[in-house]
């Protein structure tokens, strides 16, 4: 199962500057690990002890995946996996 | 104190002073660090301070910017009002309302986009931009417009129609988003990072957000130089919430003014309280909800400084309440009756939230209280309609005598 991974500016630096990332994987688990896999420097980035760090918001065709099944929510069907900031707004 | 660098407020790593605001390493928030002091003691500072202007740049030593920038919409030293009659009727002492409504746009919006936009305007930006719950896209607009600057405003597309009336008036370009304001929000953060446009709450937030410390400062100067004992603020992305906070610790730190920070109660709907279910629940980090109430300017279920609202009304000995929607309207009420105030909503909050721990007996006879009420009734006048009757009479004294009961008493 693939799925397109949109990277916010502020992480393009641990990706070579790609902006966007077709990984494959069953969850929104899987398809981060994809991802870390293939750019190494990312994961300590966004990941701490196993889960998300507690600033990075991960959406699932524009859903927080926090109102879906978290990191175990499927990916099958699904458009696009955006990572973004969460310290915006207010 | 000229600002030094950004830092990341988690991780502590340094950035340079341009627009950006999350930490690469970490993805934490960053905010401004000021240099050492330059050898200005706190009399000196008092006397820069009442030297100068009768606006929020008369603290443009703690503010992040270059000079106290010339024009603008004047923004700041709203009234701190005694609010004995309030006082009275919850069993309180001494209780100051700061009435934010002063503002040019009626809220204390102006405040932070006073700040934010003298920033974007050092930076070079030629455009500004917000993700807003209404409060916010009527300051984004009216500022823009006041210096010339091109503005988009992002807002939920249901937001009462006085503050969507009151930010098209100023020729922004309005952008109304199908959805919640935490999906504007996302559309921002995006938006951000293919624009060259200054976002004042998402790419200059560390700077924007600062503007929020004035409210602390005024407080002080207004109490002739002392602090509160208690603080009751709203909290929506915690930011106002945890500013009012740091404004007064810069302040301790100083010298201007001694005693402890203030204890903060933290003020939500409960169509709306992620910060206040976290509190309750003991986590120090909040589940993000899908907001439902009429304290719409305060409706945001992911909020961004949530964590550290939480570290504030721990380590203060405050708390985080929620109050119901009715709880809400009577708040508004309770306030326009007792101090000829007419709040919004986010307002009506706040004073349910003073109400509610007054009941408890949490505030003791004599603590110096001041109440954050940051904005205007008129913008969310649809809640009064239906609370009181209007007398409809013939122009006649008779009529009048035998329609008003209260002619006859009085």
């Known amino acids: 199962m693939s799925v397109l991974v949109r990277i916010p500016t502020q992480l393009r630096a641990a990706t070579d500057g790609a902006a966007t990332a077709d990984v494959d994987g069953a969850t929104v688990g899987d398809a981060l690990d994809a991802l870390c896999a293939r750019f190494g420097p990312l994961r300590e980035r966004i990941i701490e002890d196993g889960s998300l760090r507690r600033f990075v918001n991960v959406y699932l065709d524009g859903e927080d995946v926090r109102f879906l099944d978290g990191l175990d929510t499927p990916v099958a069907g699904a458009g696009e996996l955006t990572i973004l900031p969460a310290v915006a707004g207010g | ?410």
């Open chain 2, 1 to 410: 104190m000229p600002p030094e660098s950004l830092r990341c407020k988690e991780c502590r790593e340094p950035y340079p002073l341009d627009a950006r605001y999350v930490c690469e390493r970490c993805f934490g928030p960053l905010e401004v660090a000021y240099a050492p002091r330059d050898g200005a003691g706190p009399d000196t500072l008092r006397r820069r301070i009442q030297a100068g202007p009768q606006t929020l740049w008369r603290y443009s030593d703690f503010l992040p910017v270059t000079g106290a920038p010339r024009g603008g919409l004047p923004t700041g030293c709203t009234p701190l009002v005694r609010a004995d009659r309030l006082a009275e009727r919850l069993g309180l002492g001494e209780l100051w309302v700061k009435n934010e409504a002063h503002n040019p746009t009626h809220s204390f919006k102006d405040r932070v986009v006073s700040v934010g936009l003298a920033r974007a305007a050092e930076l070079g930006f030629e455009t500004l931009a917000c993700a807003s719950t209404g409060n916010l896209a009527n300051a984004v607009a009216a500022h823009a417009a006041a210096a010339g600057l091109r503005s988009f405003v992002f807002i939920p597309a249901d937001l009462e129609e006085q503050k969507i009336l009151g930010t098209g008036i100023f020729g922004t370009t309005l952008v109304g988003v199908r959805g919640s304001y935490d999906d504007v929000n996302r559309l921002c953060t995006e938006l951000s990072g293919e624009r060259p446009w200054a976002f004042v709450n998402v790419n200059l937030r560390p700077y924007y957000a600062e503007g929020s410390k004035t409210l602390a400062y005024e407080t002080v100067e207004d109490l002739g130089w002392r602090l509160p004992d208690r603080v009751v603020a709203p909290v929506a992305s915690g930011s106002l919430f945890t500013k009012i906070a740091r404004g007064f610790e810069e302040w301790i730190a100083c010298g201007l003014v001694e005693g402890p920070v203030p204890v903060f109660n933290g003020a939500q709907a409960e169509g709306c309280a992620p910060v206040a279910q976290a509190f309750a629940a003991g986590r120090d980090v909040c589940r993000p909800v899908r907001p439902d109430t009429i304290a719409k300017s305060l409706a945001i279920g992911n909020p961004a400084d949530g964590p550290y609202a939480l570290d504030l009304a721990r380590r203060t000995g405050g708390g985080i309440d929620a109050v119901s929607d009715d709880e809400i309207r009577a708040g508004v009420r309770l306030l326009a009756e007792t101090t000829g105030i007419f709040t919004e909503t986010a307002g009506g909050v706040t004073i349910a939230t003073l109400a509610k721990l007054a009941a408890r007996g949490e505030i003791d006879r004599d603590e110096r209280v001041v109440a954050y009420v940051t904005g205007d009734g008129l913008k969310t006048i649809d809640i009064a309609r239906g609370t009181f009757e209007t007398h409809v009479i013939d122009a006649s004294l008779d009529a009048f005598e035998a329609t008003v009961p209260e002619a006859v008493a009085a």
